[in-house]
Each structure stands twice: as C-alpha cells, then as structure tokens.
C-alpha cells in the first residue's frame, strides 16, 4: 500500500479509476476479486466484439468503400442496440458494487486496524 494513504481512499479509487475490482485486491480480498475482474474482462470482450459486428453490418449495408456517411447512418440505424445496452448495464452494474464494496470494506479494515469494530 502507499504510504499515508488510508485503505478507505485507496480501495475505491483504485476500482473507480484503474481497475474494478482492484480495490478488492487492495482490501486483500482476492477470492472476490477474481470473479469480478473475469467478468468484467468478459462482459468487455462480449461488447467490443458485438460492437464491431454492428459496425460492421452496418458498412457491409452502406455498400461503397469507403462507406457514404449517409448510407451508413441510415444502415447503422437498422441494428439492434439491445446486446450492447445490456451488456453495458451489467458492466456499470458491476463497476459500482465494485466500487461501493471496497470502500466499505476499506473503511470496515481500517477501522479493525486502529481496534475500533466496524
């Protein structure tokens, strides 16, 4: 950990603006930030991968190479956006818990550490 830096801080910055789930790491908590960085890995892959097949359907719609601004909107306006807002749900869904446990937690071990329970 960085010196002077307070697990309460440190914890959900790391998951907020680094890594979710790095600040369950932080916490020491590696059994719950495993599955938390898998799937987020996961849920990105799934998106990026969903993303460019839109795009891509999108430009094979548009038929001119390189693709007519017009004709690829209009094309890009026949796909289905769903996968991407679910997937985009989960993802923000799981940054907060995130980000709300390990603050919790980060202030629950801090509070430990100075003999004070939590």
């Not at 790391?14 to 599955?35: E, Y």
């Not at 289905?80 to 995130?98: C, E, N, R």
Request: with cysteine.
């Amino acid at each position: 950990m960085l010196p002077g830096m307070k697990k309460a801080l440190l914890a959900p910055i790391c998951s907020a603006f680094v890594i979710p789930g790095l600040g369950q790491v932080v916490n020491g908590h590696l059994k719950k930030a495993a599955p938390i960085l898998g799937a987020l890995f996961i849920l990105f892959v799934i998106g990026t991968v969903k993303f460019y097949i839109m795009m891509s359907a999108a430009m094979d719609k548009a038929k001119t190479f390189p693709p007519d601004v017009g004709a690829f909107v209009e094309s890009l306006k026949t796909e289905d956006p769903t996968a991407l807002w679910v997937l985009g749900s989960a993802f923000l869904a799981l940054w907060l818990y995130a980000v709300m446990d390990a603050a919790v937690w980060g202030a629950r071990l801090e509070a430990s550490e100075k003999g004070n329970p939590a």
